[in-house]
């Protein structure tokens, strides 16, 4: 099946710039994930969408990114005005549904867009 | 919300032996405990994962344990091989998103 497509894969910016990134999830998959995962560290949960509705954005810095999920299945993650401690990896994933003991389901990410704020 | 634990943060072991990697989590309600590897500039892959219903799950050369009174859980990766270098990632999740530790190195020298 194809997987979580994201672009662009890099993106180099100066500081108090905008920038977008798009992601597609596998087909069919209600929830979407973006997280931002800075150079050695673990990826940290932006925000999730459950078809186009959010589900948790409690850790978006919201004076500075927005994400939205038209029509529940790609999305795009904006960053006005980007900081130079945003530079780092942005990950989508997605899955079937959302986590549980009950679904037999798991989070695909995709390759990730390289933000580099200079 | 949830906060996950991960030790150590840089592994190296020798061809052939076993390593561990050893995850705590705080919120009891946590019910679904994957593990990911990702290699350099690569996505993270899942690799195994384990439901709270379930205290030990193996797939070949890798098990997972959880024990879920202690709020611990554990990847062994037996019989290492050099293609199993990558930076290993828990993460814990209580039906919504998945929260990450901070990842281990794993080197295995020739």
């Known amino acids: 099946e194809a997987g979580v497509a994201q672009s662009p894969r890099y993106k180099i910016i100066e500081k108090r710039q905008s920038v977008a990134f798009w992601c597609n999830p596998i087909?069919?998959?209600?929830?979407l994930y973006w997280y931002q995962q800075i150079l050695g560290q673990g990826p940290k949960l932006l925000i999730q969408f459950q078809n186009n509705g959010v589900v948790d954005d409690s850790q978006l810095p919201k004076d500075r990114f927005s994400a939205e999920r038209l029509k529940g299945v790609d999305s795009t993650l904006k960053i006005q005005p980007a900081k130079l401690e945003d530079s780092a990896v942005y990950l989508c994933?997605?899955?079937?549904?959302?986590?549980?003991?009950?679904?037999?389901?798991?989070?695909?990410f995709g390759q990730g867009t390289r933000l580099t704020v200079v | 919300g949830e906060n996950v634990e991960q030790h150590p943060s840089t592994l190296s072991v020798q061809e052939g032996d076993s390593a561990v990697i050893k995850c705590t989590y705080s919120?009891?309600?946590?019910?679904?405990f994957p593990w990911y590897k990702q290699e350099l500039g690569k996505r993270p892959q899942l690799i195994i994962d384990?439901?709270?219903?379930?205290g030990e799950k193996k797939d070949q050369r890798i098990a997972v344990t959880l024990n879920k009174t202690a709020k611990h859980f554990s990847l062994h990766i037996t019989e290492t091989q050099p293609e199993d270098s990558a930076v290993y990632f828990c993460a814990a999740s209580r039906g919504r998103a998945l929260t990450f530790g901070s990842g281990t190195r794993l080197q295995v020298q020739p």
């Open positions: 087909s069919g998959h209600a929830t």
């Open positions: 994933a997605s899955s079937l549904g959302q986590l549980s003991r009950r679904i037999n389901t798991e989070a695909f």
């Open positions: 384990i439901r709270s219903n379930v």
């Open positions: 919120d009891s309600a946590s019910n679904y």
